[in-house]
């Protein structure tokens, strides 16, 4: 009997950790600026930032990501699973809640929040954190930010 309710006790803590997103050490406490979206259409190609500190992403110890969007600000979850070298693994961010203020052209704002819902991966090499869009849909170019 006695065995039967310490297991229960511990239950409800034990489901409580199963469900915890996994962080990648390397990740987790990072701040980024953007600098460029690669676009796998050609007739696209590359997006520079003119000003990388307009667009941030900080990715907390908790879980959290918070964003600076240009003029607006945006926050979610994120979660992470490395690959044994921990340089690389699957990246998965969750509904970005974000302020809709009307910011000057070009309008990247609303783009970079829609698309971190399609973030599968990620890679860290050279200093510079690149997200991966599904379906070949582009690359994100992170840098550090400064503080």
Known sequence: MRLTWTALALAPAMAGCAVQPMQSASLAGTSWALHAIQSMDDA?????????????????????????????????????????????????FGPI????????????????????????????KDGKLFLSLMADGGIYEWHPARD
């Open 44 to 92: 696209q190609g590359t997006t520079r930032i003119s000003d990388p500190q307009r667009f941030t992403l900080r990715l907390g110890d908790d879980g959290r990501a918070t964003l600076r969007l240009d003029c607006n600000r945006g926050t979610g979850t994120w979660q992470a699973t490395p690959s044994a070298d921990g340089a690389s693994g699957q990246l998965q």
């Open 97 to 124: 809640a974000a302020t809709r203020a009307l910011c000057p052209p070009p309008h990247l704002d609303e783009r970079v929040a829609r698309d971190l819902a399609y973030v599968r991966s990620y890679l860290l």
